[in-house]
């Protein structure tokens, strides 16, 4: 099966900054990749479709990029209200694998 | 606006099976979506445990597809997660979630069930 892998495991920014999160494929997945935030105590909420689509109602400063294996999830400029762990999901084909998460904090 | 929610008992013992409802309101389960269950151990990730679509049809993770069952009750909008033989392992936040056909993303998730497995 294909691994997920998220780098780095937390990070920590001020507002304002440029964060960006990684995912790692084991194999190609081509565009077939989904970014989730999750804050304490919620559900997660889809940020990104097919890597690079927009959910309606997600803040346009969060964008993904990538193909093939490797992926990227960018905050353009990051808000108090973007801590929070971030999850990638391969949507490939079954089975569906999340990675690790990656856990944002505001400094 | 669709909704889902997860129900079902929050304590199980060991060796015995876990039973969890989704009731999805504001959508009908027939619409060409596939309905899936992913499981949360506390303070940790997120772990795809099946999906179903309205016809029935199913996926599950490799991992546990010897014990999980997931079925789908089209006359009540809900769908249903059974796993056999549960371990302290299986202590989890459970959620369920509507997952695309076209781009097998989740949205909307339920707020999720927290079942512990303990005697």
């Known amino acids: 099966d294909i691994q997920m892998t998220q780098s780095p495991s937390s990070v920590s920014a001020s507002v304002g900054d440029r964060v960006t999160i990684t995912c790692r494929a084991s194999q190609g997945i081509y565009s077939w990749l989904a970014w989730y935030q999750q804050k304490p105590g919620k559900a997660p909420d889809l940020l990104i479709y097919?890597?690079?689509n927009l959910q309606s109602g997600v803040p346009s400063r969060f964008s993904g990029s990538g193909s093939g294996t490797d992926f990227t999830l960018t905050i353009s400029s990051l808000q108090p209200e973007d801590s929070a762990t971030y999850y990638c999901?391969?949507?490939?084909?079954?089975?569906?694998?999340f990675g690790q998460g990656t856990r944002l904090e505001i400094k | 606006q669709v909704q889902l929610q997860e129900s079902g008992p929050g304590l199980v013992k060991p060796s015995e099976t876990l039973s969890l409802i989704c009731t999805v309101s504001?959508?009908?389960?027939?619409?060409?979506?596939?309905w899936g269950w992913i499981r949360q151990p506390p303070g940790k990730g997120l772990e795809w445990i099946g999906s179903i679509f309205h016809d029935g049809t199913t996926n599950y993770n490799p991992s546990l597809k010897s014990r999980v069952t997931i079925s789908v009750d089209t006359s009540n909008n809900h769908f249903s997660l059974r796993l056999t033989s549960v371990t302290a392992a299986d202590t989890a936040l459970y959620h369920c979630?509507?997952?695309?056909?076209?781009?097998?993303?989740?949205?909307?998730w339920g707020q999720g069930t927290l079942v512990t497995v303990s005697s």
């Open positions: 504001g959508y009908s389960i027939t619409s060409g979506f596939y």
């Open positions: 999901q391969k949507a490939n084909a079954f089975p569906l694998t």
């Open positions: 097919g890597a690079s």
């Open positions: 979630a509507r997952q695309s056909v076209s781009t097998n993303s989740f949205d909307p």
